[in-house]
Structure formats: C-alpha cells, structure tokens
C-alpha cells in the first residue's frame, strides 16, 4: 500500500474493507506505522481497478509490484484520476 497519512485509520479501514483483508482493527495503528505494506499476495488487478472506481480516496495508496517498482492500481496520470 502507498503512504496513507499516519492518521488515516479510516481511510485503512475502506482499504481493508476493499481487499477484503482480515487485519485486526487494534493492528492497524501499527500498519500505518509501517508503510508501505503488502496487503494482498495476490489480486486482480482489473478487479481492484473495477472497485477503485468507487472508492477514489483509495487510488493512490493502492499499489503492485513491477520489474521496475511500484506502481498505482489506478494511473495517476489517467483521466479518471481527475
């Protein structure tokens, strides 16, 4: 996950909610402390970018693993993200 703001737990919340992660609600605290975090070992990513259009408070802190980095679920730069 991307840096949501260490007084974010709601927004971590949405997120869990989301990806339907199973962190205790007393962790979460501490998940923020540890940022970035590997949420899900694996998902769709067209799944994920199918929710995000829901949720746009949680596009930019999603992110996946590339040959070349981390990457958002949702492009930055897409006009969607506007």
Known sequence: M???PADG???????RKLLGADWRFGDLRGLLAT????????????????DLEHTP????HLL???????????????PESR
């Open 2 to 4: 991307g840096m949501i």
């Open 9 to 15: 737990v709601q927004l971590l919340v949405r997120a």
């Open 35 to 50: 940022q970035p975090f590997l949420a899900a070992r694996s998902a769709q990513l067209y799944a994920l970018h199918r």
């Open 57 to 60: 408070e949680l596009r930019p």
């Open 64 to 78: 996946y693993a590339t040959d070349h980095g981390l990457k958002t679920v949702w492009p930055t730069n897409s």
